[in-house]
């Protein structure tokens, strides 16, 4: 699949002076050709590389602090069994989601979306947060 990856790709200036602006026109690839390509390697896999790889069901994540208002008001769902993996629950129901200004709804984690932290675990910020 080498061939995927060139050494010079060409940019389309779209009208735009500068460079930063310019579409970089990059080549179709054969998604066939890649998965197969991949596939033999992903035993190799930590969990989170497989995560990131993974698709979605059209869900985001929702992190919280322990002590916050919905903490308490949704943690139920994760000890719910099998009933919100495809259910959601909907925060407008709970008063908690009206003060904290979060709405939406929320499902049960998929197995392999669990991360394995403590109450003491501390997810860190993203370099453009700090």
């Known amino acids: 699949i080498i061939d995927f990856y060139p050494k010079h790709v060409p940019c389309d200036p779209n009208g735009k002076a500068m460079p930063w602006l ?3 026109l990059l080549p179709f690839i054969d998604e066939e050709r890649l998965l197969a390509a991949l596939h033999p390697t992903m035993k190799k896999w930590t969990q989170n590389e497989l995560l990131c790889n993974a698709r979605g069901l059209d869900d985001g994540y929702v992190f919280y602090h322990k002590n916050h208002p919905l903490s308490s008001e949704t943690s139920f769902i994760l000890n719910s069994g099998a009933e919100y993996v495809q259910k959601k629950f909907c925060l407008c129901d709970i008063e908690a989601s009206r003060i904290s200004c ?29």
């Open 22 to 24: 310019w579409v970089v």
């Open 102 to 130: 979060l709405f939406g709804f929320l499902r049960k984690p998929l197995s392999h979306e669990l991360l394995d932290f403590d109450e003491n675990s501390i997810v860190p910020l993203p370099a453009t947060a700090s």
